[in-house]
């Protein structure tokens, strides 16, 4: 989804939201990211051009645009939580060696059956598939080590 900062006003205006410079900025850059960033990640981006922007703020900001529906913590087991403004059914790949999440957009994986075995009471609202492996660079073996480049798991002959 690419917004420009007028688009992101008004989409603001229509959840009811306050557009502060940083605010605007915070979800400029995630919704124009494919990174799934961090709160840390994102006030890295956009300390440089708003000096006074603090790591709280980024995180309050974080946590109201995504009460008002706008963003969507993604939790795929790193220890720190990352964020994604791409509201559209989805799925990702996680690599375990770098930590890169990538979006799956495949129809087929919105229809799956619900599994067997679940209480028949039970109404599930949504569900996400993450498939884990190694990208293609932390895959590559190293030359002086027979691990990969986080040490996570050996590296293949």
Do not use: W
């Not at 605007?24 to 919704?31: D, M, P, W």
């Not at 598939?129 to 990969?148: E, I, K």
Request: proline share 7%; with cysteine.
């Amino acid at each position: 989804m690419k917004l420009s900062l007028e688009d992101i006003q008004h989409k603001f205006r229509e959840y009811g939201l306050k557009s502060t410079p940083q605010r605007t900025a915070i979800y400029h850059v995630l919704i124009h990211s494919t990174a799934h960033p961090t709160a840390e990640d994102l006030f890295a981006q956009v300390s440089p051009a708003h000096p006074m922007l603090s790591l709280n703020t980024v995180y309050y900001t974080l946590s109201v645009l995504g009460t008002a529906g706008l963003v969507r913590e993604v939790n795929v087991g790193h220890d720190r939580a990352r964020y994604d403004a791409n509201l559209t059914p989805h799925h990702h790949v996680i690599c375990q060696g770098c930590q890169n999440i990538i979006d799956v957009m495949d129809p087929r994986l919105d229809c799956l059956a619900s599994p067997s075995g679940l209480p028949h009471d039970f109404e599930i609202t949504s569900y996400q598939v993450a498939f884990r492996g190694y990208c293609g660079t932390c895959r590559q073996p190293q030359a002086s080590t027979t691990t990969s480049p986080t040490g996570n798991y050996p590296a293949s002959s």
